[in-house]
């Protein structure tokens, strides 16, 4: 079907010597589910990298040892969600566009809409998690300022620091 609209999409820009503002390639099944895996595993590797960045302060100071903790455990759950959003997205696509589950007995089949089940649901409690991951991030490093060493007062000279013209 959407090979037919590309084609008559085609046929009707062949004739134009420009193309619309508003236009958009319609691709076909194949296209769609490599774009969305290349799109979604792409995602998923910022935000490990972004997750990961995070990480490293696994062994700074912090102001007291609960802040320590919530920095690693929010650290931790920032770099595991993209890891559990790239799984969700492969058994996705393994039983959504793959013909494997169609040979399978019924008790298979209720095996794969069992884990389908627990993943969506997962996914779900899952996000809402990663939010407050971020947001206590957020907050712990704003709450690290209260409580910085004496050096970060000094005051810098950047005229004997940075060449300048004369």
């Given at each position: 079907?959407?090979?037919?609209?590309?084609?008559?999409?085609?046929?009707?820009?062949?004739?134009?010597?420009?193309?619309?503002?508003?236009?958009?390639?319609?691709?076909?099944?194949?296209?769609?589910?490599?774009?969305?895996?290349?799109?979604?595993t792409v995602t998923s590797m910022v935000g490990g990298i972004?997750?990961?960045i995070h990480c490293f302060g696994w062994s700074f100071n912090?102001?007291?040892?609960?802040?320590?903790?919530?920095?690693?455990?929010?650290?931790?759950?920032?770099?595991?969600?993209?890891?559990?959003?790239?799984?969700?997205?492969?058994?996705?696509?393994?039983?959504?566009?793959?013909?494997?589950?169609?040979?399978?007995?019924?008790?298979?089949?209720?095996?794969?809409?069992?884990i389908r089940h627990l993943i969506k649901y997962t996914f779900?409690?899952?996000?809402?998690?990663?939010?407050?991951?971020?947001?206590?991030?957020?907050?712990?490093?704003?709450?690290?300022?209260?409580?910085?060493?004496?050096?970060?007062?000094?005051?810098?000279?950047?005229?004997?620091?940075?060449?300048?013209?004369?």
């Open positions: 079907m959407r090979n037919s609209a590309n084609r008559n999409l085609v046929s009707q820009f062949e004739q134009r010597k420009t193309i619309p503002t508003f236009y958009s390639y319609i691709p076909s099944e194949a296209d769609y589910i490599s774009i969305i895996l290349l799109s979604h972004f997750g990961a912090f102001p007291s040892h609960v802040e320590s903790i919530l920095w690693r455990v929010a650290a931790s759950l920032i770099t595991g969600f993209p890891v559990l959003m790239l799984v969700h997205l492969g058994f996705y696509l393994f039983t959504n566009h793959f013909s494997v589950w169609k040979s399978w007995s019924p008790l298979g089949i209720k095996i794969k809409d069992s779900r409690i899952s996000a809402p998690v990663y939010l407050l991951a971020r947001i206590a991030l957020l907050v712990e490093a704003l709450l690290g300022l209260r409580n910085l060493p004496p050096g970060a007062y000094s005051v810098v000279e950047w005229s004997s620091v940075l060449p300048h013209v004369s």
